[in-house]
């Protein structure tokens, strides 16, 4: 891989399959708010979990050479979009 353009489809290729694992994620993500009480904002925002998580996704990314302040970026990125849609389920379902 020697150029800008190799990298870069490289990168497009790998987001492809970040976008199908995410749209799976949803998929449970919608799960675990019908499962949940109607119109709980405590527990759809689940706290304790999302620092389980965080604290989780920095060990883990260490064992697999990712930047433990990268994988926490990206997971607090990924909790709190998912606690946005998780809202909206919650309060349809
Ligand atoms: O574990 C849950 O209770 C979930 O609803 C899943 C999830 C997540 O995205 O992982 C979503 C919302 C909560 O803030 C905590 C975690």
Request: a negative charge; charged letters at 25%.
């Amino acid at each position: 891989m020697e150029t800008l353009t190799e990298v870069r489809a490289a990168i497009d290729t790998l987001d492809r399959r970040l976008l199908e694992l995410l749209a799976k994620r949803q998929q449970l993500v919608e799960a675990a708010g019908r499962l949940k009480p109607q119109n709980d904002a405590g527990a759809v925002a689940a706290p304790e979990r999302v620092a389980q998580i965080i604290a989780a996704r920095r060990q883990q990314a260490e064992a697999v050479g990712l930047s433990p302040d990268v994988a926490q970026a990206v997971w607090q990125a990924i909790t709190d979009a998912f606690i946005r849609f998780e809202t909206e389920v919650n309060q349809q379902q």
